[in-house]
């Protein structure tokens, strides 16, 4: 049954990805919750254990095993009321505009972990044929702003500028794994920015921009 946000009162579609249930059992829809991360940001358990198959590599005749990683994404959302809930929007609001100050005519702000680049199997898996097509993703967090799908981002290295549109944005779940996508990000959420082009002139600490 379609519920309404008990936030911003709009109808909720059945499973939409991003939907939070409240420890009341009220629903929060995903652009609501999105707001609320620049305080309220996900937290993970996530922990390297001894994977279960060995790597191929042997040191002093034992096998090394790769490793595993094991833990969950904690939302701090799912411990709230409707009511605190609605607190923590009106205090995320607040901050998101302490913060605009900082980065005044910006759109969106970008702080960027790493890069990665992803290989497209068009194969099988018995036989796999990887495309040549470029698919970069940067994994970082949006610091200021609402990051959306289509937006150009920005990022100066030696007074030179280089630019490059967002094909996908993703949901980062805390480990390498692809996310599902999602059409906007707010501060304070991390996220797999796709692009369909080379992202070499992109290192970890760079911030990106959306003018
Ligand atoms: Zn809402």
């Known amino acids: 049954m ?5 936030c911003c009162g709009r109808p909720i579609p059945d499973n939409e990805y991003g939907t939070v249930r409240l ?9 609501c919750a999105d707001k609320t991360r620049i305080l309220y940001p996900f937290r993970y358990t996530y ?11 042997t040191r002093k005749g034992e096998a090394i095993y790769d490793n595993t990683i094991q833990g969950q994404r904690i939302d ?28 005044a005519g910006a759109k969106a702000v970008i702080e ?31 610091v200021h702003g609402e990051l959306i799908t289509g937006a150009e981002v920005v990022v100066s290295h030696k007074d030179k500028e ?33 692009f369909g082009q080379g992202m070499d002139f992109v290192y970890p600490g760079d911030t990106m921009i959306v003018r």
Do not use: H
Not at 114 to 131: C, D, L
């Open 112 to 142: 960027v972990d790493y890069v990665r680049r992803y290989f497209a199997n068009i194969g099988t898996k018995e036989k796999p044929k990887y495309s040549k097509r470029k698919r970069f993703g940067v994994f970082g967090k949006v």
């Open 47 to 57: 922990v390297l254990t001894k994977g279960t198959i060995a790597s191929g590599w």
């Open 23 to 31: 420890k009341d059992g009220q629903l929060v829809c995903r652009d």
């Open 162 to 194: 280089y630019s490059a549109k967002i094909e996908e944005l993703q949901d980062r779940v805390g480990t390498y794994a692809a996310g599902a996508p999602v059409g906007m990000a707010s501060a304070g959420k991390e996220v797999i920015i796709m």
């Open 2 to 6: 379609e519920q309404n946000c008990c």
């Open 76 to 103: 701090p959302l799912k411990e709230m009321t409707a009511e605190k809930f609605r607190a923590a929007m009106e205090e995320s609001l607040k901050a998101a505009e302490a913060q605009a100050a900082l980065y």
